[in-house]
């Protein structure tokens, strides 16, 4: 795996099957992590169709990461009922940084990132113009561009910590 890619669902707090065909891990509102149908190794390739379709345009070699949260979310000022979580968010900070670990994937802008960000830096894919993940309720303050870098300074603080023990 050379890639991870971190969503939201725009559903509720808890994974649904329909979602779950969709990402690798799902993380709920209290930071439990579930599985979702395909592992991250079914990605390897996405030839034979049979892979979670995370990223329109970016899914081969890439593990799909979601938080449970954000249905009906329009803005900052209107963020809906499923918010993401401080407790959620730093579950799925940890995991993606077992993951990086576990797979050996460096922590940059090219290996770690938002679905937005992907969008953004591939605008002939389906995923140019997602939403996912341009605001962050648990640090409001964090802008929309900045996320992915507050993201990926989150995994690698977790990482140094798993790797201490």
Known sequence: ???????????TYYPTQYEKQFYHFLV????KIYNGIY?????????DGKYAAHTGGGNTGAIGVSLCSMAGFKS????????????????????CSLLAIKYNIEITP?????????????????????IDITYLPPYPWVGKDDIG?????????????????
Request: aromatic residues 10%; charged residues 25%; hydrophobic residues 30%.
């Open 39 to 47: 592992k991250p190794e079914d990605n390897e390739t996405c030839a």
């Open 149 to 165: 870098g507050f993201i990926r300074s989150k995994i690698r603080w977790y990482k140094n910590k798993n790797l201490k023990g």
């Open 110 to 130: 090219q290996t770690v990132m938002t679905h937005y960000e992907f969008g953004k830096t591939h605008p002939n894919s389906t995923s140019f113009g997602k």
């Open 28 to 31: 709920d509102k209290d930071g």
């Open 76 to 95: 900052s000022k209107a963020q809906g009922q499923y918010p993401i979580t401080l407790i959620q968010f730093e579950s799925c900070m940890n995991l």
């Open 1 to 11: 795996m050379k890639k991870i890619v971190l969503h939201w669902t725009a559903g």
